[in-house]
């Protein structure tokens, strides 16, 4: 499975972007998820969604700004992204599990850079 990520840019606080995660197999067998990093900062996780897409769970920084979804069909993942902070700026991957949940990530994404202005 290859995963190519794109919608990140420049953004003033306070704004919106939507990234999306397309793979070049069927995103159906996977879990899907974002992380993000820093400069000078670890990656760090930012959501995640199951197979079906019916759960869904988020690291506290993003929580209730952040959502994400996919469309199996288009083989595409999206992390929506809301009241953004300047703390948010990192580069942005997404990845692919085969068990939802663990800590292991079977492939991965270039990044995305996302950057807000404040």
């Known amino acids: 499975v290859q995963l190519q990520a794109s919608g990140g840019g420049l953004v003033q606080a306070g704004g919106s972007l939507r990234l999306s995660c397309a793979a070049s197999?069927?995103?159906?067998?996977?879990?899907m998820a974002w992380f993000r990093q820093a400069p000078g900062k670890e990656r760090e996780f930012v959501a995640a969604i199951s197979r079906s897409g019916l759960d869904t769970y988020f690291a506290d920084s993003v929580k209730g700004r952040f959502t994400i979804s996919r469309d199996n069909y288009k083989n595409t993942v999206h992390l929506q992204m809301n009241s953004l902070k300047p703390e948010d700026t990192a580069v942005y991957y997404c990845a692919a599990q085969k068990l939802y949940g663990s800590t292991k990530y079977d492939y991965w994404g270039q990044g995305t850079q996302v950057t807000v202005s404040s």
């Open positions: 197999g069927h995103t159906g067998n996977y879990a």
